[in-house]
């Protein structure tokens, strides 16, 4: 079983930063971000691969978000700059079994989920 704790939402003005944290216990997996904004489904952020050889993004986020994982640590991080109003929403970390870029966009195929954190972005 895997537990997953986000934590480092809050409330930014635009153009600022915030740096989320995702502690995850047992076995290393591919980890993703996921954010849901009311009224919205939930959408891929970003995601790593276990060996953090791999990353990918949304194209609303390239450029301006940075995923990475320290395994020693068992913690994946999400590193936003440049932040807008539109990132506002509850951002979730995820863990998958799955590597293959094809698989990690998708909610549907992750098996663990977060709490989430909440991201306001002012503007």
């Known amino acids: 079983q895997v537990q997953l704790v986000e934590s480092g939402g809050g409330l930014v003005q635009a153009g600022g930063s915030l740096r989320l944290s ?5 076995r290393s997996l591919s980890m993703g971000w996921f954010r849901q904004a009311p009224g919205k489904e939930r959408e891929f ?3 790593i691969n276990w060996r953090a050889s791999s990353t990918y993004y949304a194209d609303s986020v390239k450029g301006r978000f940075t995923i990475s994982r320290d395994n020693a640590k068992n913690t994946v991080y999400l590193q936003m700059n440049s932040l807008k109003p ?3 929403a509850v951002y979730y970390c995820a863990a998958t079994s799955y590597s293959n870029s094809y698989y990690l966009s998708t909610p549907g195929n ?3 989920w ?3 954190t909440q991201v306001t972005v002012s503007s």
């Open 22 to 26: 995702c502690a995850a216990s047992g």
């Open 45 to 47: 952020v970003a995601a």
């Open 86 to 88: 539109d990132d506002t």
């Open 110 to 112: 992750y098996n663990y």
């Open 114 to 116: 977060g709490q989430g």
